[in-house]
């Protein structure tokens, strides 16, 4: 079946304009991550979406950072006056891992990502 | 979640078994291990997790050891196409409450493939 996917795939925009990402997690995947991800570097977690639940945020480097998520559906990103260190690449991943669930362990599935570029 | 230690590099003859090491010394009983793999502008790629038991599916085996405190995934038959960045992390099983969402990447293990 369809994988995660993103877009756009790349985006320049201007440091101080808005931007925003989406993401398309697999259907059925109730659990959907953002993630950053600099040039050279490992990931960073952001944000985490479990079905309706209230979503964990504590990742996010600002509050120039939001995101939402409708249900199990799409997700974007929203940055905020971007400014260059902004710049990465942002992956999402879906995963059909449960609350509450205990001792069951589930992999994400990651889209091939967004890369921003802000100058 | 435990804090995991890989080399930052190692190289690998194709055709060889590929053994990249992982330590975790301070994992707790209710955490797996999981190995992704990042390929050059690629998203992480899920290998393969386990919990106490050594794990063999098609991409690779996963070997830990016996206090938990550190893992190897074996890459059987390395090809060129599994030069990476090989991810060791361990994350709670228990998911969705407090905050555990976070799935560490660290700098991972660059896994480079020779002719």
């Known amino acids: 079946g369809a994988g995660v996917s993103q877009s756009p795939s790349n985006k320049v925009t201007e440091k101080g304009k808005d931007v925003e990402l989406r993401c398309d997690p697999i259907s059925g995947h109730t659990a959907l991550y953002w993630y950053r991800q600099r040039l050279g570097q490992g990931l960073e977690f952001l944000i985490y979406?479990?079905?309706?639940?209230?979503?964990?945020k504590s990742g996010l480097p600002s509050d120039r950072f939001s995101a939402e998520r409708t249900g199990e559906s799409v997700s974007t990103l929203t940055i905020q006056r971007t400014q260059q260190e902004d710049s990465a690449v942002y992956l999402c991943?879906?995963?059909?891992?449960?609350?509450?669930?205990?001792?069951?362990?589930?992999?994400?599935?990651f889209g091939p990502g967004t890369r921003l570029t802000v100058t | 979640d435990a804090k995991t230690t890989q080399p930052p590099s190692m190289d690998c003859a194709e055709g060889r078994a590929a053994n990249l090491p992982c330590n975790h010394s301070?994992?707790?009983?209710?955490?797996?291990v999981y190995w992704y793999r990042q390929i050059h502008s690629q998203g992480p790629q899920y290998i393969i997790h386990g919990l106490k038991n050594n794990e063999t599916n098609e991409m690779a085996s996963l070997i830990i050891t016996e206090d938990r405190k550190s893992s190897t995934l074996i890459l059987p038959h390395a090809t060129l196409r599994d030069t990476a960045v090989y991810y060791c992390?361990?994350?709670?099983?228990?998911?969705?409450?407090?905050?555990?969402?976070?799935?560490?990447f660290g700098a991972g293990t660059r896994l480079t493939v020779k002719p």
């Open positions: 301070t994992i707790s009983g209710n955490e797996y």
């Open positions: 979406f479990q079905g309706n639940s209230a979503p964990d």
């Open positions: 992390i361990v994350r709670v099983a228990r998911l969705g409450v407090d905050n555990n969402n976070d799935m560490r």
């Open positions: 991943a879906s995963s059909l891992e449960r609350p509450g669930l205990i001792g069951v362990a589930y992999e994400q599935y």
